[in-house]
């Protein structure tokens, strides 16, 4: 690279403009050791649209009063489902969807999986009831949140709970864990 000349008009009028210039008598470096922060991974929110994406392939039968639930999302093994209904994950929160209508349930179930997830619990309880006092004896709550736990994308399993939990009144669901607990270890 060639050497750039001045003339002696640029150079007057650089010296002009940093002025007085004093030397520098010392010509090391001193570093402090300053600790820098532990990197944090972003945290990504939970996506607030519809929980209830799944498509149900098939139309699934009305429910009796008495009839269990269950369901196990695909490629999940079966003592899953046995574990869950044998109360080996542990109960993180309960939910009672009693007296609610249809509507005010859905909107119910979804805020507390979101929050749920969010929290990082495991499994929870939800009571509908066993609809004794809905039309043709078919319950509908029971029957919605059938279809709606089917539905939603953090549900990976459920079942009807033992008669002192609610019976078929009641389901275990075992949900998701969120992305910001998957460095848990889980035992299936």
């Known amino acids: 690279m060639a050497k750039k000349i001045l003339s002696a008009e640029d150079s007057a009028l650089f010296r002009q403009s ?7 008598k010392n010509d090391t470096v001193t570093f402090e050791n300053v600790k820098k922060p532990r990197p944090v991974p972003k945290s990504s929110p939970l996506e607030p649209g519809n929980p209830f994406t799944a498509d149900l392939s098939g139309a699934l039968d009305k429910l009796a009063n008495e009839d269990r639930l269950t369901y196990l999302s695909p490629g999940l093994q079966k003592n899953i489902l046995k574990k869950l209904r044998k109360g080996y994950y542990g109960l993180d929160a309960d939910l009672d969807l009693h007296g609610l209508t249809s509507q005010q349930a859905r909107q119910h179930l979804a805020r507390f999986l979101h929050d749920c997830v969010e929290q ?22 029971k029957n919605d949140v059938n279809i709606w736990l089917r539905q939603h994308q953090d549900v990976l399993a459920f079942c009807s709970t033992a008669p002192k939990h609610g019976g078929t009144g009641a389901v275990f669901v075992l949900l998701k864990l969120s992305e910001k607990f998957d460095n848990r270890e889980l035992d299936f």
């Open 18 to 24: 940093i002025g007085e210039v004093k030397p520098v």
């Open 120 to 141: 990082g619990c495991r499994c929870v309880h939800i009571i509908h009831g066993k609809g004794y006092r809905s039309a043709n004896d078919y319950p509908i709550l």
